[in-house]
């Protein structure tokens, strides 16, 4: 293995290209786009406006050709820019849309690594450029409240700090290159099952500390131009014209400039939509002919009557439309700036996608060190259908005509070379409803025995259809999954191998946790791999073999079972189909196993590397309301590697109930064999509050804190004290 790293900064691939070294500006201050913005609108007509606040297309919204304002164009989604669907949804023959397939966003969390955010982010903003779209849809931040969701595998994590330092990075990454991020779905979004016709009751503590940090770190830090409303309700009133969550929250308190989009078909009133602060009602014309009149929709026709007959002041128009103008203007759609050209499936942008990929995929066992495979190994036996299945055209939303994408099988084919030899059987058949096939499993056992080393490649699938989300689709919009257990007879096929050859190593694909709990003692290698993108083959393989150090870290807790899910246990999920409570609280992920002593399957923040890291010399020194928080790490192994140094925070006498611990700071800190640093973390005033929800305000208490550092939440190397 390399003793090398390769990555002490990201920029080593790509400190050249373009996306990089040049940052797309508005020729304006935010005055002078007031003020421009005012001038405009003073010369529309109603009409006019009122064509701008309603989709013009599936993906457009309405311009003002007299006065030289576009359309704007939007596109899904948040891991790489979709294929054209064009108006009608009706796909464009040739029409240059394959792009770079980036790794899911769970599989970027999994990092934690902000820069590789801002890259991440860089490469969506530069191909939209290419590819002639204004906004990109993402990123999705929502909680994985539940293990079932179907989406989890677009969304960050389950902890609301770890969500709020990677979107910032994805944010300005997109927008340097002259595009709106379009953050969302704000807020409550935390199932797919019902998620059209759910209220969603929580706590204003859960409300606070839990679903909006993330949202308003995207506002105030990353500066999003735009945010999606979700589909759900929230208190009773649908999320997309709450007024609660969009006029009190985002736009007065939070200081929100830019436009709120709804999500596809989210509106369901003009009054609320017009009042409660929907900027952009955004639609499908699936069922609107072949000659859709877009006049139809609630922020349409119907509002130029209202404000004709004066039922509503135009004054609620003028600011939609204000909004929409900020966002043209930032984006240089507008005011003469230029516009950045981008740039397409370009080598750097896949050297991005592959390092996502090789930071974020988690070594999650390696028992007796089976991995790296040595040398000597002469022959591997590949077994699942995940080994060779491509999957970027699932996911629903999210899906992605890559221009590439490189297998398990065939990434491992690519760095084995001809010294390996290298069998494939499926193992398993990917249909709903599928049990063990016996053939396939005795293939499979016969493969493994004769093999120096088996490699299973299982776990979740993405469905390949998007008319038919559901179709052998475990993560994907638009549906919840049922349950944790591994689909298709995996749990029997991995057994029978684990029993012909136990150095076998288990490779799960997919958007989170499954239970493992019939065959992870047996088994001497696991890795989770996610869906990696389009080079996620090549960076999965560099890890077996050993050119790369693995360094990703959980950014979710596995429950062994689904009962132990917090969301399951002390909440409602996934409700009645028409409210779902939140129980469960603040204690969501790692709150819940710490506080209530459940251990997990896999705690959040874990993952293994092949080297080892000592912490030692802590030394906590505190002010009246923050702390700096000192300590070293050294590489104490071999090889090359990273570790994600992890600081949480307790409080230890409460005046009312919180959590065990809090990740309040991390760093990624990258060692050569034998290398020592020093690691600093300065908290503020913020890493001490709680939302107490009887006074209805922010809090900090005064007293003696603990200061915790971990190589994961249950991992704990260095304590100590500090009075603030």
């Known amino acids: 293995m390399n003793t090398k790293l390769k990555f002490p900064l990201f920029c080593y691939i790509i400190c050249s290209v373009s996306i990089f070294s040049a940052k797309a500006q508005s020729a304006y201050t935010d005055a002078q786009i007031a003020f421009k913005s005012d001038s405009l609108i003073k010369l529309m007509t109603l009409e006019e406006k009122v064509n701008m606040i309603h989709a013009s297309s599936s993906f457009t919204s309405g311009g003002v050709p007299r006065l030289g304002i576009p359309e704007m164009v939007t596109s899904d989604g948040p891991h790489g820019v979709r294929l054209e669907h064009g108006r009608g949804w009706n796909a464009q023959k040739g029409v240059l849309d394959s792009g770079t397939y980036l790794p899911t966003g769970i599989c970027l969390a999994s990092t934690w690594n902000p820069a590789l955010g801002f890259a991440f982010g860089s490469v969506l903003g530069s191909e939209a450029n290419f590819r002639g779209k204004d906004v990109i849809l993402g990123p999705g931040i929502n909680i994985m409240r539940s293990p079932l969701n179907g989406r989890n595998f677009e969304y960050l994590s389950e902890d609301p700090y770890l969500v709020s330092k990677m979107v910032v990075g994805y944010i300005k990454g997109v927008q340097a290159q002259g595009i709106s991020a379009c953050v969302k779905h704000f807020a409550g979004n935390n199932q797919e099952t019902n998620r059209g016709s759910i209220d969603v009751q929580m706590s204003e503590r859960a409300l606070r500390e839990i679903y909006l940090p993330g949202f308003k770190a995207a506002i105030q830090e990353g500066g999003v131009y735009t945010l999606m409303g979700s589909y759900n309700k929230f208190r009773g009133q649908w999320a997309t014209q709450n007024n609660y969550l969009i006029n009190q929250i985002l736009k007065k308190e939070w200081g929100f400039k830019g436009a709120v989009i709804s999500d596809w078909g989210a509106v369901h009133s003009t009054a609320q939509a017009m009042w409660n602060g929907t900027d952009l009602e955004m639609g499908t014309d699936l069922d609107m002919g072949p000659h859709p009149n877009y006049g139809k929709f609630f922020l349409g026709d119907t509002v130029v009557t209202l404000v004709k007959t004066g039922k509503m002041p135009v004054s609620l128009v003028d600011d939609k439309v204000r909004r929409l103008l900020y966002v043209m203007y930032k984006t240089n759609m507008l005011g003469g700036g230029k516009r950045m050209k981008g740039e397409y499936n370009t080598a750097a942008h896949q050297a991005t996608a592959q390092k996502v990929a090789e930071e974020g995929i988690v070594l999650l066992k390696n028992e007796d060190k089976i991995l790296p495979l040595k040398s000597d190994i002469k022959s591997i036996a590949v077994i699942g259908y995940n080994a ?210 459940v251990e997990p399957q896999f705690a959040f923040g874990y993952g293994l590397s092949y080297t080892t890291f000592k912490y030692s010399d802590l030394h906590v020194q505190t002010g009246d309301k923050t702390a700096t928080v000192t300590f070293k790490i050294k590489n104490t192994g071999a090889v090359a590697g990273a570790e994600v140094a992890q600081l949480y925070v307790k409080q230890e006498k409460l005046n009312l109930p919180r959590p065990e611990k809090e990740l309040k700071g991390f760093d990624k800190v990258y060692l050569q064999a034998g290398e020592e640093k020093t690691v600093t973390l300065t908290l503020n005033e913020d890493a001490f509050k709680y939302f107490n929800d009887v006074k209805n305000q922010w809090e900090m208490d005064p007293g003696v804190f603990d200061f915790i550092v971990g190589s994961s939440s249950r991992d704990i190397r260095l304590t100590g004290t500090g009075t603030l």
Request: hydrophobic fraction near 40%.
């Open 388 to 597: 060779d299945r491509k999957q970027a055209m699932g996911g629903g939303s999210s899906q992605i005509k890559a221009f590439f994408e490189v297998t398990p099988l065939q990434g491992l084919q690519n760095i084995a070379g001809k010294k390996v030899k290298i069998t494939y059987t499926k193992g398993y058949n990917i249909a709903r409803g599928a049990g063990a096939d016996a053939d396939m499993i005795k293939q499979a056992v016969q493969a493994a025995s004769k093999a120096d080393v088996a490699v299973i490649v299982g776990g979740w699938t993405h469905g390949y259809d998007y008319n038919v989300w559901s179709d052998n689709a475990y993560d994907t919009e638009g549906f919840d999954k049922t349950d944790m257990q591994m689909p298709f007879g995996q749990n029997e096929l991995i057994k029978a191998v684990l029993a012909a050859n136990p150095r076998t190593v288990v490779v799960l694909m997919g958007g989170g946790p499954m239970d493992v709990t019939q065959w992870v003692g047996d088994a001497k290698g696991v890795i989770q791999a996610w869906y990696p993108g389009m080079e996620g083959g090549n960076a999965l393989a560099k890890i077996i073999f050993g050119q790369v150090n693995p360094s990703g870290k959980l950014p979710v807790s596995f429950p062994k079972k689904l009962e132990d899910a917090p969301a399951i246990k002390l909440g409602q999920y996934p409700g009645d189909g028409v409210t779902v409570n939140y129980f469960d609280d603040i204690y969501v992920g790692y709150r819940y196993f710490d506080t209530y002593k």
